[in-house]
């Protein structure tokens, strides 16, 4: 049973400062690692994706990849009151042939930024 | 470029009634989920389709829930007879599948309610 874990939360970080949202799973065959936005009453918006070990960064945004220790995370740097969502993380395997399993995701951390 | 469309938004109904989502995925995504979220969890995955074939329903409970795919284009998701434990909210996601296309985008979701 492949499972995606989270922190809860909520997890109340200033606005400004820099949020950190952790995400640990158990499949040591998953290959492929995702972060969605959701907000209260909204469907999962895709943030960022990342595949290979170490860091991604996309504007405010980092993804980073250990997969030694089965270990994502998302930095959020300048947090913004806009960024008070939900954030939940999503694995899955690859195909040799190309394509890939459904999404497993995480229950979601629940971000508040105080502005 | 539409993103993935389904309706109803919102549907109500009395348990032991049926009820039918409808999907309509990205124009020329071959592959195409149907994903359950019930409040404050992560999305499940019920079925996935590869253009028609279902691939993956190991998570779909059959004494009640069918799907179908046909022309590998739009989808339905049924339930018959649905249950209190059904009211959830119902998301249609779809990805290019293929050796590029792992990103899952999602619709709006169908929100059930089970009086």
């Known amino acids: 049973q492949k499972e995606v874990e989270q922190n809860s939360g909520p997890l109340s970080v200033p606005e400004g400062a820099i949020a950190s949202l952790n995400c640990t799973y158990s499949?040591?065959?998953?290959?492929?690692f995702f972060w969605y936005r959701q907000y209260s009453g909204k469907s999962p918006e895709l943030i960022m994706f990342?595949?290979?070990?170490g860091d991604k960064e996309d504007g405010r945004f980092t993804a980073q990849l250990n997969k030694a220790s089965q270990y994502v995370s998302l930095l959020i740097r300048d947090s913004q009151p806009s960024d008070s969502a939900t954030y939940l993380c999503?694995?899955?395997?690859?195909?040799?042939?190309?394509?890939?399993?459904?999404?497993?995701f995480g229950k979601g951390t629940h971000l508040i930024i105080q502005p | 470029e539409a993103g993935v469309v389904q309706s109803p938004r919102y549907k109500i109904i009395e348990k032991k009634q049926p009820v039918a989502f409808w999907c309509n995925p990205i124009s020329g995504h071959n592959t195409l989920y149907w994903y359950r979220q019930n409040l404050g969890q992560g999305p499940e995955l019920l079925i996935r389709?590869?253009?028609?074939?279902?691939?993956?329903d190991s998570q779909l409970p059959k004494d009640r829930f069918s799907a179908e795919r046909l022309k590998g284009v739009d989808s339905t998701l049924k339930i018959q007879p649905a249950e209190l434990g059904d009211s959830a909210v119902y998301l249609c996601a779809s990805s290019l599948g293929g050796t590029s296309g792992n990103t899952i985008y999602f619709g709006e979701g169908s929100w059930l309610t089970v009086v």
């Open positions: 499949d040591r065959g998953s290959q492929s």
């Open positions: 389709y590869e253009n028609e074939e279902a691939v993956d």
């Open positions: 999503a694995v899955n395997r690859l195909y040799s042939g190309g394509g890939a399993d459904g999404l497993t």
């Open positions: 990342i595949y290979s070990n």
